[in-house]
């Protein structure tokens, strides 16, 4: 009976921290019963910020400040080079050197990799500005060292392992130019994705009975694979693979359980979901919580895969699985659903025993770095098109909307702060044209997500009444054009007192000090 595929990806924190852990017992547990392919993302620390693939940006901006930042640019190539090489030792204890045939073949490679970076780099530091594609190519070298690394790790453990290195998979499937690929782009739209997956089958199968191992970097992109997908595109190779070999199962290894009612960095009594919508993994995403890359939710959704959030400190736990063939609401806007139990039934999705209460929302999250912008228009601007100016004006500055609220002559957009103030002068002049502008900054938008919520009778009104008991103010409030959330914008300050009171008032979680208190009434009733 052949056995059936199975996708996992690995992030480059658990990589770093664990990769013993996960060559030595995780991959092994797993390969005893599936066909394994093993995506790597580029290794990384404690901090996202002092990761290789932020290291390797950073090379790239000193690269292109000329001769001036030689030194320093050089010296970071070096710490990516001696971290890896950290690692790589840090598997193999000196008396086992000699018993891997490939050490002294994995460790030069290493090595050679980072050399050529750096000539590479010195010679665009003469030019002093990098191509979109000549980024593509300095990023892609973190992943390539996570896989030669992870691959030499499960081989001197005595499993078959072959890294299989996708920095040229776009020119092999659409050719070297770069006016065809971006041809490619627009021709095929999404399908893009699907073409390449296809190659990547190709390579995945060319292993044989070795697992594996491929590098989260596919590219290199016409456009920069960063700017195309941007930092989660390891998260859409791993879903692009488990599409190519119809695997059962797509596994995304992490450092926490899964997901949460809330951040439980910010709500201690935040509880872990078993599972989610697709549609609900989607949104959690884009308003805050790192949980999955949309476009690898959009392949998943097509293919019926399953995805599951695991946690690499707890390998046997369930983690949260993520249901692709969740059907969207076919309710219509302005239709709600109304459904009568009869007393002391507990119905599917409920919380509530001895009386019915509707489905409650899944979690509530909060996205920070937001600017509210307000625009009166002027008399003599038309109201269509002040919306038209206004979104121009916004993409000019490169600038994404989260929310928009208008009316006749008023329109309020949250918009992700550009972290630049420049920016934001910039912007407020251009629209100043149109009307009175004013730009509110220190915003966070906080979003209630739940599946098929909008077709429920009181979610507003709680959230609503459990902000106003808070004393949250609310700047702006977005629903309908989602059917499974609701947005609001508040003051930074307020967004922790907004998450509390929404988690405790409109998701029905507990507090733990109310949780508490009440075992503590169930163990005195009990001695009564």
Sequence with gaps: MDRPWLVQKYGGTSLGKLMNTICGSIIPDYAENHRLVVICSALSGTLKAKGTTSLLLECIALSELGADAQEPMVELVHLIRDSHIAVFDSIFETENRSIFENYGATKARIVKECEDLKKFLLAAQIVGDLSPRSKDRVISLGEKLACLITAACLTSKGIPARPVILDDVVSTVFGTSTDEQIAAVDKLGPKFYHVIAEEIGTRIRDCGLAIPIVTGFFGIMPSS???????????????????????????????????????????????????????????????????????????????????????????????????????????????????????????????????????????????????????????????????????????????????????ERHVSLAVHSPGNSCAVLRLKEELDRFGQVTIA??????????????????????????????????????????????????????????????HREVLKIPTIEESRFRRHLRSVALLD
């Design 441 to 502: 900054e220190n915003m966070s938008i906080v979003t209630i997500v739940g599946h098929k919520m909008r077709s429920q009778i009181g979610v507003a009104n709680e959230t609503l009444s459990a902000l106003a008991a808070a004393n949250v103010n609310i700047h702006l409030i977005s629903q309908g054009a989602s059917e499974i959330s609701i947005s609001l914008v508040v003051n930074a300050y307020d967004a922790i007192a907004a998450l509390n009171a929404i």
């Design 225 to 407: 694979l960063i700017q195309t997908v941007g930092r989660g595109y390891s998260d859409l190779c791993a879903a692009m693979s488990a599409v190519a070999v119809g695997a059962k199962e797509l596994q995304i290894w992490k450092e926490v359980d899964g997901i949460f009612t809330a951040d439980p960095r910010k709500i201690p009594s935040a509880q872990l979901l078993a599972s989610v919508t697709a549609d609900e993994a989607t949104e959690l995403t884009y308003y805050g919580s790192e949980v999955i890359h949309p476009l690898t939710m959009d392949q998943i959704r097509e293919a019926n895969i399953f995805l599951r959030l695991k946690n690499v400190f707890k390998p046997h736990n369930e983690g949260t699985l993520i249901d692709p063939k969740s059907a969207p609401s076919t309710l219509e806007i302005g239709q709600v659903t109304k459904v009568i139990a009869p007393p002391g039934v507990l119905l599917k999705n409920d919380f509530s025993v001895g009386r019915f209460e509707r489905r409650k929302p899944t979690a509530v999250t909060v996205k920070d770095d937001i600017l509210l912008v307000n625009v009166v228009c002027n008399r003599n601007t038309k109201s269509g098109g002040l919306l038209i100016q206004v979104f121009e004006r916004l993409e000019r500055n490169n600038i994404p909307v989260d929310l928009i609220a208008t009316s």
